[in-house]
């Protein structure tokens, strides 16, 4: 069992950085592939990023639309997942919801992922 609490969303201006942090709870987080994912209102979810559950980042993986420009990174010994993301767009406007997947590949689909995080807003003004 593992229970995730996201933090760091807010509102920004357009062109600019926000970090967010998904805690997570038990002994086994460093067995996870974790993953991003945002909401938009009338949209459906959809994978941002996702990390190995080792915490290389040569294999992280991400969508097109945030390539370039959000990092993905986890400390295995503090039990927590970051989503680094610079040069904010109106359109990064969602929920940022983190996930945790026990398979030991990135999945692509909600469904791959067991656990959930309650969700952090993130505005982006134009």
């Known amino acids: 069992q593992v229970q995730l609490v996201e933090s760091g969303g807010g509102l920004v201006q357009a062109g600019g950085s926000l970090r967010l942090s998904c805690g997570a709870s038990?002994?086994?987080?460093?067995?996870?592939?974790m993953g991003w994912f945002r909401q938009a209102p009338g949209k459906e979810r959809e994978l941002v990023a996702g990390i190995r559950s080792d915490g290389n980042t040569n294999y992280a993986y991400y969508e097109d639309f945030v390539k370039g420009r959000f990092t993905i990174s986890r400390d295995n010994a503090k039990n927590t997942v970051y989503l680094q993301m610079n040069s904010l767009k109106p359109e990064d406007t969602a929920v940022y919801y983190c996930?945790?997947?026990?398979?030991?590949?990135?999945?692509?689909?909600?469904?791959?992922?067991?656990?959930w995080g309650q969700g952090t807003q993130v505005t982006v003004a134009s």
């Open positions: 038990g002994r086994t987080f460093s067995s996870y592939v």
């Open positions: 996930a945790a997947s026990a398979s030991s590949r990135i999945g692509t689909s909600g469904r791959e992922y067991s656990y």
